[in-house]
């Protein structure tokens, strides 16, 4: 069994890299309509030399999985703004494709909560559906459109889940098609249990991301034997290795919250059951150290007996 590790959108390790520098309506408002054009390209390419950074970086350290930052363009999906934010920097968004590509590189992007198809506003889904049109359009200029995934979760209960989960298939039909090909669902750590989520991709034909802090802060009925081998085959479809989302508890009393590292006590049982399926995975680490909690968590585990460090940040169990 092979697991390849990877982290989320920050290198913390490099110096003044954010991939995410930010520009907020308010202050975007008290400019003028020239100041406004060169703030917003000024970040984004901020935003993208950042990207390309982290992608040489993980490169230079063998590290396979990345999740690229969602807020790389700024206020791109404002209403008030929906600025052309790719083809003033489309050599810049090719090069970083051009390198994933060349290394082999799996990556992700992953909207924000407010990424809603489950609500009874209607104006929630329409803004769910241009959020992952955006995230589709960064794929698109990057050219990893057939390779890449964009993970959201369910949503909220609103007081009925049986309701809520027919509204969310309902609302998913806004949701053009080639876009719906490259979501991925993940299950969460206070509603939509595994199960639930499981029940839910495997009817939309959609892969599912489990999360293991989720899992054990909202159990389902399935045990992790049956329940991860019928969560691997949803990623049949479009031919990519089942992904995980690893974290562990920052303390007891706030359990649900992510430690700065990932504790390797906390996901043995993890994988314990992955070695008897047999399965190679990904482990997508959302410790707060990111990438230093990768390197760590790789290094902690090629102490086990009978586990072989065969990459900066891959891992064989015998």
């Known amino acids: 069994m092979i697991i ?11 110096w003044e890299a954010s991939p995410s520098r930010t520009l907020t309506f308010t202050r975007y408002s008290k400019m003028t309509e020239d100041e406004r054009m060169d703030k917003l390209k000024s970040l984004t390419y901020q935003n993208l030399l950042s990207t390309e950074r982290m992608v040489h970086y993980n490169i230079a350290h063998e590290i396979a999985l990345y999740r690229f930052s969602s807020s790389i363009a700024p206020l791109a999906t404002h ?19 051009r390198l ?23 104006e929630v889904s ?9 995230h589709y359009r960064m794929l698109e200029a990057m050219g990893l459109e057939n390779e890449g995934v964009i993970n959201i979760h369910i949503g909220g209960a609103y007081g009925n889940k049986e309701e809520t989960i027919v509204r969310f298939h309902e609302n998913l039909r806004k949701l053009p098609l080639h876009i719906k090909n490259r979501m991925t669902l993940e299950n969460d750590d206070k509603t939509y249990n595994g199960d639930e989520t499981l029940s839910v991709c495997q009817k939309e034909d959609v892969p599912l991301v ?6 054990m802060a909202n159990l389902g009925t399935m045990a992790l034997e049956e329940l991860l081998p019928a969560g691997f085959a949803t990623w049949d479809r479009i031919g990519i290795r089942p992904k995980i989302h690893i974290s ?7 359990y649900r919250a992510h430690a700065d590292h990932v504790d390797p006590e906390f996901i043995k049982p ?21 990438d230093q909690a990768a390197l760590a968590l790789v290094e902690d585990l090629s102490k086990i007996r009978g586990v072989k460090r065969i990459g900066g940040a891959t891992l064989e169990w015998k």
């Open 210 to 215: 489990f999360d293991y802090h989720h899992h």
């Open 79 to 97: 209403p008030e703004v929906l600025w052309d934010f790719v083809s003033p920097f489309a050599d810049k968004w090719q090069e970083i494709g």
């Open 4 to 14: 390849r590790f990877g982290y989320v959108s920050t290198a913390i390790s490099l």
């Open 248 to 254: 562990s508890p920052k303390s007891e009393k706030m």
């Open 270 to 290: 993890l994988i314990s059951v992955l070695r008897g399926i047999g399965q190679d995975v990904d482990f997508m680490i959302e410790a707060k150290r990111k």
């Open 100 to 122: 994933v590509k060349a290394k082999g590189l799996r990556t992700s992007f992953h909207p924000n909560q407010f990424t809603l198809f489950t609500s009874p506003r209607p």
């Open 126 to 134: 329409d803004n769910a559906v241009i959020d992952m049109e955006y």
